[in-house]
């Protein structure tokens, strides 16, 4: 769902300027393109596309060089409106676009990227504008992006939301600068929340896929597909174990420790960010690859306290794994179903039903002494998890028709 967010800023007098100058621009761009658009259609049958009217402007920067102090795609912007405007006219939903006056009050323009805003210091950036005041009186992004820093990067302990890092994942769309009769300056941050349709997707056993959490690699799909760790989560893990010894070795209290253990710090935060991107894109992918998934209800802490597992399970995160995952489901209107930890997933074989009692935790492979099935163990495990979660659902659903 896509949702606007208005705050007030506060340009300096020389930002002002620049502000009034860019409102001129783009309604001067927006004016000639429609001047050429009628022109050449009605002199020539021309249909001017966006393109013509974008190579347009090239030319217009050399006749009217005050154009080439704003920013190009706030003036490719205005371009975009009036062949909306265009298309909105010919599929019956609005009136022929006309020429903006500067009578119509009509003082804005927009940004569609590269804007920034520093949270920590309220302030903004608009490019060719440079950085601005800018109250924020309600929280306009999830503390979850924040957290997990899908749109923002942290510059000197302060935490600065880019537009650009926001690419991936399609949350800021285009800002738009307004000014207001009384002299008030507005930003408008459109936002899409990724909040999913009230109707959630249907599924069924084709488009639903079971995971096990994996021991040796992170996970495996019912679909037999084997996820490993990243790499370079094991490099990165060698280097922090370097780092811890660096630091355990300096004399407490000496500058080269507080150095040791700024790096160690920083250390962290790498992994943590390589294991956000990692997870973030197979939460992605498996989420838009089916419309349901099922998983293991693991309690990670109680395996982590009884097993010497302790490193693996903690190192791939995998309850947060589960978070992302649940989360994005509910963006996309996909179905998460979890099955009970203590549902026999590994030991049953998926073809016959075996329950293979003696399976102990260094058995990767294993052969159905009853139908003589060659089982990878986690795989076996992902499509039991399967299997019961939809067979749960059934019986429930059942149940439910029953009463
Ligand atoms: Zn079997």
Redesign the pocket.
Same mark, same amino acid.
């Given at each position: 769902m896509k949702k606007s967010y208005r705050y007030r800023i506060y340009p300096n007098k020389e930002q002002k300027t620049l502000l009034e100058q860019h409102f001129g621009g783009t309604r001067f761009i927006y004016n000639r393109s429609l001047f050429i658009k009628n022109l050449m259609y009605s002199k020539f049958k021309i249909n001017v596309t966006e393109i013509d009217l974008n190579n347009n402007l090239k030319l217009l920067k050399e006749l009217h060089p005050w154009l080439k102090d704003q920013n190009s795609q706030s003036l490719q912007q205005a371009n975009k409106n009036l062949l909306t405007g265009f298309k909105n006219f010919f599929e019956g939903n609005g009136a022929y676009p006309t020429r903006k006056n500067k009578k119509d009050q009509n003082f804005s323009f927009q940004v569609p990227q590269n804007y920034q805003i520093n949270l920590t210091t309220s302030k903004i950036y608009l490019p060719k504008i440079g950085w601005m005041k800018i109250v924020l009186h309600r929280d306009f992004l999830d503390k979850e992006f924040i957290e997990n820093e899908l749109v923002t990067k942290e510059v000197n302990g302060e935490i600065i939301l880019d537009q650009k890092l926001n690419r991936k994942f399609d949350i800021f769309k285009t800002l738009t600068v307004s000014r207001t009769s009384a002299g008030r300056y507005h930003v408008s941050i459109l936002i899409d929340n990724h909040v999913p349709e009230p109707e959630p997707v249907e599924f069924d056993e084709k488009t639903t896929v079971g995971i096990d959490v994996g021991l040796k690699s992170f996970a495996a799909l019912s679909t037999g597909e084997i996820i490993d760790n990243p790499r370079f989560l094991n490099t990165s893990l060698d280097r922090l174990k370097k780092l811890q010894r660096d630091v355990s070795r300096m004399k407490k209290g000496s500058r080269n420790r507080k150095k040791a253990v700024l790096k160690l710090a920083k250390h962290h935060q790498l992994i943590q960010n390589q294991r956000n991107d990692f997870q973030h894109k197979l939460s992605m992918k498996i989420i838009s690859e089916s419309q349901a998934t099922c998983i293991e209800d693991l309690n990670v802490k109680g395996m982590v306290r009884n097993h010497c597992l302790a490193q693996s399970i903690s190192d791939v995160g995998w309850s947060e794994f589960i978070r992302k995952l649940t989360y994005k489901a509910e963006w996309y209107g996909k179905t998460i179903l979890q099955i009970g930890r203590f549902e026999a997933s590994s030991k049953l !074989?998926n073809?016959?039903?075996?329950k293979k009692d003696d399976l102990t935790l260094d058995i990767r492979e294993w052969e !159905?002494p009853? !139908?003589?099935?060659l089982h990878d163990r986690d795989i076996n495990a992902s499509i039991n998890i399967k299997k019961i979660a939809l067979n749960n659902l059934s019986t429930a659903g059942t149940a439910g028709r029953a009463c």
């Open positions: !074989c073809v016959c039903g075996y !159905c009853s !139908c003589k099935t």
